[in-house]
């Protein structure tokens, strides 16, 4: 797995700790402030414009952006989560030496944006009897690859669109913290 870099997150109490945004602004909640969208659009959201589909995950690799989003996050009184990603997706790479992380699991989510994850989506109402960890994910690379592999089988047996289709990679997630 390639590190791709860091997705700046609101911090919320559920019990989920992926990276699912559906329906809220909690990944990249600056992103559309003037002092940060130019290189939130140009350096981490390239997915939709420049990239092929597959090929770029919208995390960031700049240490210097992601403490202004900090100190702003501070300032601004929001809580935020800064959550490592690694995926099978070369580009961008991170080199997260040094960094304090814990692990959080295994995640099933599109490459950007919104990053809408199966995982959380799905498991709960569609494979209610698989076993997820106290964040909300896989615990393993097995769990997940047996995951995938029961989802591929649901999708060949019921109708289209019954499950969502998209840009989805696999995510090896940490929470980590910036010196």
Known sequence: MYCNGIIVRRQSDGKYRGLDSCGADENWYLSTEPDFEPFYEENIERTYYDMPQGSWVAACTDMEYIKKYI???QKRGI?????LCETDIPQPQFD???LEKTFLGYDYAYTGGDYYSAVYQEVPYVFAHLALNE?????TEDEMKAYLAEREE????H?????EVGD?????LWEVKIP
């Open 168 to 172: 989805f990679t696999v995510y090896k």
């Open 154 to 157: 649901f999708i060949k047996t």
């Open 96 to 98: 997260a030496a040094g």
């Open 79 to 83: 809580p935020y989560r800064l959550i």
């Open 135 to 139: 964040n909300g994910l896989f615990e």
């Open 159 to 163: 109708p289209p669109l019954t499950l």
């Open 71 to 73: 100190a702003e996050s």
